[in-house]
């Protein structure tokens, strides 16, 4: 009778695996990202009439509009800086032209209120600049902007880049062929960057607009902050708080709306990783200036580091940080790897599926999508309130809440970077397999995996990088003594002595700068043609 | 593939390897840079290992305290090292303490702790005013939190944003003391003063040592590393002829159903100890409650000022109170 109902259930599983692999997947998603929000929609009745009072108040309606002013501004900033960046190091014989993408990019993986951090070490009161004004700009609005606009640029110089070298070769050869450089760049090379670029305007976007730790220290008024602080205020209220953060799902939605409007398909497709070398297009005489600039950019960028290490040589700080830095960092690597490798297995299997369209994973991508534009301090209640029970607790008290924090904000990264490969992978072989009887699962794993294998290693990476640098969702509910490394440098920070803040703050640019090098050796080789 | 696989399981057994046997969870809303050394002397002494969860200086006493009750059905904690005498009181009203009398504190005032042990105070500090001496004269010195709204100053001095950290409990206090109608009236005055509203004391203690406002109400932990760093400012301990000072001890609190009860009465023992309290003034410049520990120069002991005569139970009980008219005086 058993092995009947055994053998029943192994065939329905085979006759349905692809659905109940993508179920497995989604369920992953669901269980990190949806329910987290979901439970929270359910506190808004309980809260009563009290919380939805604070939506008839003016502050948090104007503190928004500022809030999305602000985004606003950060995105223009940085698409001024990145969209021309990411056409030189991508397509011209700019010097140096990978060293500078590397300098550029590098602040892109850290916290960015450690670059924060970095610029007051250089511009405040007692930085390496002593001035009145540097100070009074970098604790303002257009400081905030500059701070985020540097941190945030690598975003759309790195995503222009990446789709400019992925894109067909044969149509800019084409194009040289009848036209001048500078004729080729605005008519070819950069229309064809626009889905890149409509999405790199849409990250850029969405980091600004739920950036915590900048405002906070730079103390520029902010709707999450306003959020953030309604959860620490005197009573705690996350319904209220829900209810606060309310306005801001309009804003993730359209976000999510524009992304599929604007950038369509093509979201999947900027992060070419095929591309055909080609000659690059010579700059000329423009060459020494357009190098001068951007070699500019990108050490700016990296100044607030240089400032950080000069406080943190200076002022003795390297001789206290094994009193201070404590297990963070393993906590930081250890849960960082984990929630990147789970990330990664989902992004195989949902990222595969929206780039062939498998029904449900489109679905789940938008909710991904969703769950990153989301306040993380939002995520972070909602997170506390489902897996805060007795059921789960040995799970609330251990570091596998901050893995499933992680993946609950993340897991995007490893569906979009998966998607971009496979998309431009060739469907002819998964097909081959299917017809010689290789069923989803193994299709999945002996074709789509080996082939991918470098686009699903990079996800890794990159979601590995974003875990890292996590400040706003580990902050709500970490676990006690194993705090993420940028939550011990931010609760530390308060009042603790900068020199061995700022060496803290070097630790984890040395550790993100260690992962990212050796990720990129690992990284199986790129196939040939 | 495999490799990057291998690294990431081996990275996440880390932490785990590294679990002690014995532990003790605490969450403290006391500066981590003054506490986190107090615990690793715990644990040295001990052999217990110390889990500790901090505040950020924006959601400073609140942070930690709103996570012990949104944490309430299933505590996670064991100990609450509050930063203020008054947020014990929120968790004993959501019967969350544990009465605890422990033998450490024999030599503490009685007024500083419960008689049924389920709150301990010890290391305290006081509000003062934080005073740039270039900005301000030596005869116009303050002398009153009334000063804030004296005319004189207006839009040259600053606040805390009194939905967090210890300008909460001041608030709270002058209802306790001066009644609904005579507060609300003076933080009415406070705005038509043009008062600074900041995101915390740290942030009254920048603006005053800049001299960007000529002085503010901060905590003497605040004014005392003002002037280790150097900075031109003077304390004023303020109403000394009337109210008298706000004076903050911070408290130690056993959690109800936290994992771990046995350390967590170590860990209240042995931060009553007059050792902590000695090590506090040391580093943080907190008034020790006992008349006979040391403290270094510039920090006062509690019974060398005039305290303001409160019942924190009342304060607290105020302060939930006052919340919304706070929080719509504040404007969020």
């Known amino acids: 009778m058993a092995e009947t109902v055994g053998r029943t259930l192994r065939r329905a599983l085979r006759q349905r695996e692809q659905t109940v692999v993508l179920a497995a997947a989604g369920a992953i998603v669901l269980l990190a990202s949806a329910l987290p ?82 610029w007051f070490q250089l511009l405040g009161r007692e930085g390496l600049v002593r001035s009145e004004m540097t100070a009074r700009l970098l604790f303002s609005e257009v400081g905030l902007v500059v701070v985020l606009a540097l941190a945030f640029s690598p975003v759309v110089t790195s995503l222009v880049a990446l789709s400019l070298l992925g894109m067909d070769a044969s149509l800019e050869e084409a194009a040289r062929l009848a036209a001048r450089q500078s004729r080729v760049a605005t008519r070819i090379l950069l229309p064809a960057a626009r889905p890149a670029l409509a999405l790199a305007a849409i990250v850029v976007f969405a980091l600004s607009v739920s950036e915590l730790g900048v405002p906070m220290f730079l103390r520029v008024d902010v709707f999450p902050a306003a959020v953030f602080a309604r959860l620490g205020g005197i009573q705690y209220a996350p319904g209220e708080a829900f209810v606060l953060a309310l306005p801001l799902m309009p804003v993730a939605l359209g976000l999510l709306f524009l992304e599929r409007r604007l950038v369509g398909a093509g979201s999947f497709a900027v992060a070419g990783l095929r591309g055909m070398s080609r000659a690059p297009i010579p700059l000329q005489r423009w060459r020494p200036a357009l190098a001068a600039a951007s070699w500019s950019v990108a050490l700016a960028g990296a100044l607030p580091l240089g400032a950080l290490a000069l406080r943190a040589v200076r002022g003795g700080g390297f001789g206290n940080l094994p009193q201070w830095i404590g297990q963070a960092p393993w906590t930081s690597l250890g849960t960082a790897a984990v929630a990147a490798t789970l990330i990664a297995a989902v992004g195989l299997v949902l990222g595969h599926g929206a780039a062939r369209r498998l029904r449900g994973a489109s679905m789940l991508d938008a909710l991904a999508v969703l769950a990153f534009v989301t306040p993380a301090s939002v995520l972070g209640v909602g997170l506390i309130a489902v897996w805060n029970s007795s059921a789960t ?27 971009s490969v496979v998309l431009q992978s060739p469907v002819h072989l998964e097909e081959a397999a299917a017809a010689a009887g290789a069923r989803f699962w193994r299709r999945l794993i002996r074709i789509v995996l080996p082939v991918n294998s470098r686009g699903v290693a990079a996800g890794w990476l990159l979601a590995m990088v974003f875990c890292l640098r996590d400040f706003e969702t580990a902050v709500l509910y970490y676990p006690p003594g194993r705090e993420p490394l940028p939550v011990r440098i931010f609760t530390l920070e308060a009042n603790g002595p900068p020199p061995v803040v700022a060496a803290l703050a070097l630790a984890h640019v040395l550790i993100t700068a260690l992962v990212l090098a050796v990720g990129v050796l690992l990284l199986p080789r790129r196939s040939a043609g | 593939m495999k490799r990057i696989l291998l690294i990431a399981v081996l990275l996440a057994l880390t932490p785990a390897c590294k679990r002690a046997a014995r532990e003790v969870v605490v969450y403290t809303s006391v500066d981590q840079v003054f506490s986190e050394p107090i615990f690793k002397e715990f644990e040295r002494q001990s052999g217990i290992a110390v889990r500790a969860v901090f505040d950020t200086e924006e959601t400073k006493s609140t942070g930690v305290l709103n996570r012990l009750i949104a944490e309430a059905q299933h505590p996670q904690a064991d100990v609450f090292w509050a930063n203020d005498p008054v947020r014990p009181f929120l968790l004993i009203k959501r019967r969350l303490a544990e009465p605890y009398l422990s ?113 503010g109400l901060a905590d003497t932990d605040d004014a005392f590393e003002a002037i280790k760093e150097g900075a031109p400012v ?63 120069q510039g920090v006062k002991r509690v019974s060398e000022i005039k305290a303001m005569q409160l019942d924190y139970a009342r304060v607290a009980t105020d302060m939930e109170r006052i919340e919304p008219w706070l929080r719509q005086w504040v404007g969020l």
């Open chain 2, 103 to 215: 033998p450490s504190a024999s030599d503490i005032p009685a007024t500083f702790r419960a008689a049924d042990g389920t709150w301990t105070d010890f290391a305290a500090r006081a509000r003062v005013l934080l005073v740039n001496k270039k900005r301000v004269s030596p005869g116009e010195m303050p002398r009153s939190v009334r000063d804030l709204a004296n005319p004189r100053w207006k839009g040259q001095t600053a606040i805390a944003n009194p939905l967090f950290g210890t300008t909460t409990m001041h608030v709270a206090a002058l209802f306790t003391t001066w009644g609904e109608e005579q507060a609300r009236a003076f933080l009415a005055s406070l705005k038509t003063n043009d008062v600074r509203m900041v995101s915390s004391n740290g942030e009254v203690k920048r603006l005053v040592s800049t001299g960007e406002v000529a002085f």
């Open chain 1, 393 to 419: 607790r040995a799970l609330y008290g251990s570091v596998a809440i901050l893995i499933i924090g992680y993946t609950a904000r993340y897991v995007v990264v490893g569906i979009r970077a998966v998607a």
């Open chain 1, 37 to 118: 929000l979901a439970r929270l929609l359910a506190e808004i009745p309980g809260a009563g009439t009290a919380a939805l009072a604070v939506l008839a108040r003016s502050r948090p309606w104007g503190l928004l509009i500022r809030s999305l002013a602000l985004a606003a501004a950060v995105t223009a900033c940085a698409i001024a800086i990145g969209a021309p960046l990411g056409l030189l190091v991508a397509r011209t014989d700019l010097p140096g032209r990978r060293a500078l993408w590397m300098l550029h990019a590098f602040p892109m993986f850290l916290p960015p209120f450690l670059l924060a951090l970095g």
């Open chain 2, 234 to 296: 003077e304390a004023v301990y303020p109403d000394q002829e009337g109210m008298g000072t706000l004076v903050m001890p911070t408290s130690a609190v056993l959690i109800k159903g936290g994992p771990h009860p046995e350390t967590g009465r170590k860990l209240v023992d042995y931060l009553l100890t007059p050792d902590v309290e000695r090590r506090m003034a040391d580093s943080a410049g907190h008034m020790p409650l006992r008349p006979d520990v040391p403290v270094p």
